[in-house]
Each structure stands twice: as C-alpha cells, then as structure tokens.
Nanobody, 115 residues
C-alpha cells in the first residue's frame, strides 16, 4: 500500500504561483511513476504532469511552460511548481503514484485562481 498526502493548495490571484507537494509513505519501493492530475468543476479528471522512474516527463498542453514537476526520491516527495496561474487552473489537484501496476491517489488539494 502507498499513502499519498498533498499540500500547498490555496487561493491565488491570476499570474500568481503555488508549489504543491506530495509525500508518499508505506510501500514506496518500486514506485514506477508519479504525477499530478486535476479535476475542475463539471469536468473530468485530467493529467497535469507526470514522470517515470526512467526519467520520462510529460505535461498537459495547457500547462506547458508554466508548470514544472519534480521529485526527490530520497524524501519520497513529488512537487508541482505552478507559475503564471490562470483562472482555468482552478481545480482540485491530486497526487498519483503507480507501484507495479497499481494506481494510488491522494485526497487532493484545492487550487483556486481568482481575483
């Protein structure tokens, strides 16, 4: 089992920045990938950014150039740096981890971008 806890969400103005953190605990060996997904009101959950143990990284087109995903394996942490935030970035952001073929999810952290 893997437990994921997100933090760092909040209310920011358009153009502002936030840094989300995800801490993994439990059976953290052999985690193959971690990423961030988000779900906005009335929309499906979508991929924001993801990386694999092999070093591959991918981003949603809507966040390329603004968001950066990173990880610290020794600390079992993943991060999402979000810059130049837009109102359409408003969503609940979820941390995701894949261990072997099993997906794990955090509870989510709310990000609201509004003036």
């Amino acid at each position: 089992q893997v437990q994921l806890v997100e933090s760092g969400g909040g209310l920011v103005q358009p153009g502002g920045s936030l840094r989300l953190s995800c801490e993994a605990s439990g059976d953290i060996f052999s985690i193959n990938a971690m990423g961030w997904y988000r779900q906005a009101p009335g929309k499906q959950r979508e991929l924001v950014a993801r990386f694999t143990r092999g070093g591959d990284t991918n981003y949603a087109d809507s966040v390329k150039g603004r968001f950066t995903i990173s990880g610290h394996s020794a600390k079992n942490m993943a991060y999402l740096q979000m810059n130049s935030l837009k109102p359409e970035d408003t969503a609940v952001y979820y941390c995701n981890a894949v261990r072997f073929t099993v997906n794990y999810w955090g509870q989510g952290t709310q990000v609201t971008v509004s003036s």
